[in-house]
């Protein structure tokens, strides 16, 4: 069943960035290992950004902002070696928060978490990362390493 759902009205903060003692627990852990990076975005129904920023105020919706996101961060994610191992459409929750309704649903693949560290600290994906935090509402990023698939859970 999709949702057909393309924002949530929220203007609040949510879950955009990361806190100090999450990426702190990131940078901990093995830096030279692949990374998969689960991500779960929901959009804003208009995107949030800074005063003085070119587009504030100009009435962008969350999946405008995020789209530009999108469109500048990928020759970083992609010179880095990273890409989009896997994309999905949200259609329903089956256990859990029943408001936890996402816009966006992928896992990105990194190299190593060097190369995620690399990306976050490039000077063009900083460019690119303002348009993400304007258009998102909240979002969730849980990192994973790769495991041997198989035909039984667990």
Not at 69 to 98: C, F, H, K, N
Not at 132 to 148: K, N, P, Q
């Amino acid at each position: 069943m999709n949702t057909g759902h393309t924002g949530t009205g929220h203007t609040g903060t949510g879950h955009v960035n990361p806190t100090r003692d999450q990426f702190d627990a990131f940078k901990a852990g093995d830096r030279d290992a692949p990374v998969e990076m689960l991500n779960l975005v929901r959009l804003r129904d208009r995107a949030e950004y800074p005063a003085g920023h070119p587009l504030h105020g100009e009435g962008l919706t969350g999946a405008q902002a995020y789209a530009r996101y999108g469109a500048e961060s990928a020759p970083v994610l992609a010179r880095l070696g990273g890409s989009i191992l896997w994309r999905g459409q949200y259609q329903t929750m089956l256990i859990g928060p029943d408001d936890e309704v996402w816009d966006h649903v992928f896992v990105a693949r990194y190299p190593s978490a060097r190369a995620f560290l690399a990306m976050v600290t490039d000077s063009d994906y900083a460019s690119a990362v303002i348009h993400r935090t304007a258009g998102v509402a909240t979002s969730r990023l849980i990192r994973c390493g790769a495991a041997e698939p198989g035909t039984a859970f667990g």
